[in-house]
């Protein structure tokens, strides 16, 4: 047998009866109207389990920010908390009251959240059957200045409350899951780079570029035109920074190195014999009238 249908029918009822304490049962006492609303919440709390309430689709538990939005917008929680602080009159608030009233009884202000019985019935005449204070006083049995009073508490405490929800809302917000974590890298790269000077970053840059260009080969049409390959800068990195040691920069910023680069000698008469020796015999008869040619001369 399925056990839902009664906390069901509780929660709806109670809806029903909050609604009706605004029209046809504006007029009934409100002692009598706390003790039916309190046996129904009892009633509904003895009999109704997580899994049982989530099966009868009741809306329970304390309610969300986008929710509450609907019900309550910022500048009306900021009038509360300033009725509650004392800074205003109770007029400024009344017509926030039934939405207020409807939200702690229906037990939306959260499992936790309790007012005390003046309070709730104040609550209850105010917010939910539209009475006047002065017609409660005579119901109550209170002087004027202790059901107002009563009456701040109350509001100041739902004022907390429905702002507790708020900042809850958005500290979940600054502090969960991802966001955290990809501010938490943002910050520890913007803290890396702080430490580090333009100057710094300009020669990782340049380390970048040289390894790029040193490790990729020169395009074909380039490697293959002389008239350019003859500008090419030739030695290794150890070369150029044992030449560069120790060398002074003049003021027009230059500095003069020895070049490493093999100078040809020229050839005499004893490398052209070498060369005769190794050459064809067709071709030493063309030497010797080379060496004649130049003896006459």
């Not at 605004?22 to 919440?41: C, E, H, I, Q, Y």
């Not at 109770?90 to 003046?118: E, I, K, N, Y």
């Not at 910023?253 to 490493?260: E, L, M, N, Q, R």
Request: hydrophobic share 40%; glycine share 6%.
């Amino acid at each position: 047998v399925d056990d839902a249908w009664l906390p069901a029918f509780v929660g709806d009822t109670k809806r029903r009866i909050l609604s009706l304490l605004s029209g046809p049962f504006r007029k009934m006492p409100v002692r009598l109207a706390m003790t039916v609303l309190n046996n129904l919440s009892a009633l509904q709390r003895q009999s109704s389990s997580e899994a049982v309430i989530k099966r009868s689709g009741l809306h329970e538990g304390k309610i969300k920010v986008d929710e509450l939005n609907l019900f309550l917008t910022p500048h009306d929680l900021k009038r509360l908390e300033l009725y509650g602080r004392n800074l205003c009159d109770h007029h400024l608030v009344t017509d926030l009251l039934p939405a207020v009233a409807r939200l702690f009884f229906t037990g939306r202000l959260g499992p936790s959240f309790q007012l005390s019985s003046l309070q709730s019935a104040l609550l209850c005449g105010i917010g939910i059957q539209n009475r006047e204070i002065d017609d409660l006083l005579a119901e109550l049995g209170l002087p004027l200045n202790q059901v107002l009073a009563m009456f701040n508490k109350a509001i100041r405490k739902v004022s907390i409350g429905l702002n507790a929800i708020v900042v809850d809302h958005e500290k979940s917000k600054m502090l969960g899951g991802e966001e955290r974590e990809k501010t938490e890298k943002l910050a520890q790269k913007m803290r890396q780079t702080s430490h580090r000077t333009l100057d710094e970053d300009a020669e990782d840059d340049a380390k970048v570029a040289m390894a790029e260009m040193t490790s990729a080969p020169l395009p074909r049409e380039i490697a293959a035109d002389d008239d350019i390959m003859q500008y090419t800068v030739k030695g290794t990195d150890g070369q150029w920074s044992a030449a560069l040691k120790d060398k002074d920069i003049d003021e027009s910023g230059t500095v003069a190195i020895k070049s490493v680069r093999e100078v040809k000698r020229k050839l005499n008469d004893r490398d052209i014999e070498k060369e005769a020796e190794s050459t064809p015999s067709s071709l030493k008869k063309k030497t010797k009238k080379a060496k004649s040619g130049r003896k006459r001369r």
